[in-house]
């Protein structure tokens, strides 16, 4: 199983900017798609963005599009998710997700990371 490991968020202002990473470790014998998911106080759980295991598709929610960016390091082993203009509907905790059966966008998801809290204030 792939453990992740998420770093980053915290307090933005509107207009501002955050970036996100997670560290996949573990055993694996595949690259594992993986992207994010958040959730807000009294909603339910939404994918926000993913990216294949190759780094040659992407997938964004319509609510983030042209504002986050999801990338992947040299190695593969590590997203980043690159937030701009944020907004105060952005609050909430993202969780990375990793797939290794590669139903993309995230649709069978192995792993999650244990969350990060991202707040927008307006």
């Known amino acids: 199983q792939v453990q992740l490991v998420e770093s980053g968020g915290g307090l933005g202002q509107a207009g501002g900017s955050l970036r996100l990473s997670c560290a996949a470790s573990?055993?694996?014998?595949?690259?594992?798609?993986m992207g994010w998911f958040r959730q807000a106080p009294g909603k339910e759980r939404e994918i926000v963005t993913a990216?294949?295991?190759?780094?040659?598709?992407?997938y964004y929610a319509d609510s983030v599009k042209g504002r986050f960016t999801i990338s992947r390091g040299n190695a593969k082993n590590t997203v980043y998710l690159q937030m701009n203009s944020l907004k105060p509907e952005d609050t909430a905790v993202y969780y990375c997700?990793?797939?290794?059966?590669?139903?993309?966008?995230?649709?069978?998801?192995?792993?999650w990371g244990q969350g990060t809290q991202v707040t927008v204030s307006s």
């Open positions: 573990g055993r694996t014998f595949s690259t594992p798609d």
């Open positions: 997700a990793a797939d290794i059966r590669w139903s993309f966008p995230l649709k069978n998801v192995d792993s």
């Open positions: 990216i294949s295991w190759t780094g040659d598709t992407r």
